[in-house]
């Protein structure tokens, strides 16, 4: 009875040390070995590491090889039924399922793909992405014995956490070394579009337009001849926000367009928030910032989920800000941290520095200079070098306006050092 991956897995969960289990019952190193299945422990010894943990031993039975066939094939279809319906509320009940009704496996394989299919539920219900890190970790430890689907697995879901940790150059490494094989992998067609989606919003992140608009447009062929009318309009909108970062504004507005079309068609008025977002931040890169404003609200009417709303209440107040206008910038600033504060997930941080960054800049004493150090040194940690240069220039010119001159110049070199890095520039001379 293989039991030592249940043990781990469970481990992990709860952020117990080895040690912590172990005392008592056995050693830390033994231990470790009943975890990498090296050795079968007795049975009191398995059943007093599983009542630590809060487990139930008599719930666990050993499978035999029919019953993880049947397992497997329903692994696969929950896989493929997740990630096509894209629903928090029913990824949560799978997964809570997969994790109450695992079987004790016979098969090693198996139980990779058991794990690198969980660990993407995970991450799509926002698991702390400390204990998600320590979980990539371990499985890491058996890629050696990944057969080609699990090293896609792999692969895929260590470029989804290496994005959203922020870290999209590493993203983008692993998701190439699945492009360079993808036509090689047993990958339904499903699979193959949602690779394509995810790379082309992997590129536009880097800049990448062009590479970004090609795989949309390949996502954007599959769904739209399943009819799977929702994806299709992610991917207009996709192609819209590349278009629109390499300046291409009618293109950009053409795409949006087609997406608030297939809104109205499919009654998929659920996506409307995040259209109204994005004509905004389309009509102030265009300049039009009263535009721009009148969108953003719309965009907060429309969107549902709380915390969707933080990235557009951001664009309200950079737009605001652009006009001058103090009150409305300082209004929404609080509106923000006092969104941030109820969501009460970490994983949001970044907004909570955006929104003191701007409340204090437009505030009666104006920038203060701990909040503003405490974003520049939140980007550096996260490696954001946009928002390093943003910041580290509005400082700069802070200083400047209060005759601090030594420490405007400073600021303005390490905000053009970091600008330089953002926009993959080495010397000034590449300007």
Not at 271 to 295: D, F, V
């Amino acid at each position: 009875m293989k039991i030592g991956h249940l043990i781990r897995a469970e481990r992990v969960r709860q952020d117990m040390k080895q040690v912590v289990l172990a005392k008592g019952i056995c050693t830390p190193s033994y231990l470790s070995k009943i975890e990498r299945n090296q050795i079968e422990p007795s049975e009191d010894i398995a059943k007093l590491l599983l009542e630590r943990l809060g487990m139930d031993p008599e719930k666990f039975q050993e499978s035999d090889e029919e019953t993880e066939i049947e397992f497997e094939k329903m692994l696969l279809e929950t896989y493929r039924e997740v990630i096509t319906e894209r629903d928090l509320n029913f990824t949560r009940e799978k997964l809570e399922y997969l994790e109450q009704n695992v079987p004790l496996f016979e098969n090693d394989s198996l139980h990779y793909t058991y794990s690198l299919i969980t660990f993407r539920f995970n991450m799509i219900v926002r698991i702390d992405s400390e204990k998600l890190k320590q979980e990539i970790e371990l499985l890491e430890e058996f890629i050696d014995d990944f057969n080609v689907y699990q090293l896609y697995l792999f692969h895929l879901n260590k470029g989804l956490f290496c994005y959203n940790t922020g870290n999209v150059k590493m993203a983008i490494h692993y998701y190439e070394l699945i492009l360079h094989k993808l036509e090689s992998l047993p990958l339904g067609e499903w699979e193959e579009a949602e690779f394509n989606f995810i790379i082309a919003v992997f590129y536009m992140a880097d800049g990448h337009t062009f590479n970004s608009i090609d795989h949309a447009r390949r996502a954007l062929n599959f769904f739209r001849e399943q009819l799977m009318m929702s994806r299709v309009l992610d991917c207009y909108i996709l192609i819209g926000i590349s278009y629109k970062r390499s300046d291409k504004f009618q293109d950009a507005l053409e795409a949006y367009s087609k997406a608030m079309q297939i809104s109205e068609e499919f009654n998929l008025h659920s996506e409307k928030g995040i259209i109204y977002h994005n004509l905004g931040t389309l009509n102030s890169a265009m300049g039009n910032t009263h535009q721009a404003i009148e969108y953003y609200k719309k965009s907060i009417d429309h969107k549902i989920d709380p915390s969707e709303k933080l990235i557009t209440i951001l664009s309200l107040i950079e737009d605001y800000s652009k006009t001058g206008e103090k009150d409305l910038v300082r209004d929404w600033a609080e509106k923000g941290i006092t969104l941030y504060h109820q969501l009460d997930d970490e994983n949001q941080i970044s907004y909570f520095h955006h929104f003191s960054f701007y409340q204090s800049l437009h505030s009666e004493h104006g920038l203060s200079v701990e909040i503003a150090e405490a974003a520049i040194q939140h980007f550096k940690e996260i490696k954001d070098f946009r928002f390093i240069h943003k910041y580290c220039i509005a400082l700069a010119e802070w200083y400047y306006n209060n005759r601090k001159y030594k420490l405007a110049s400073s600021l303005y070199r390490d905000g053009i050092r970091y600008g330089y890095i953002y926009s993959k520039k080495e010397k000034w001379e590449d300007l």
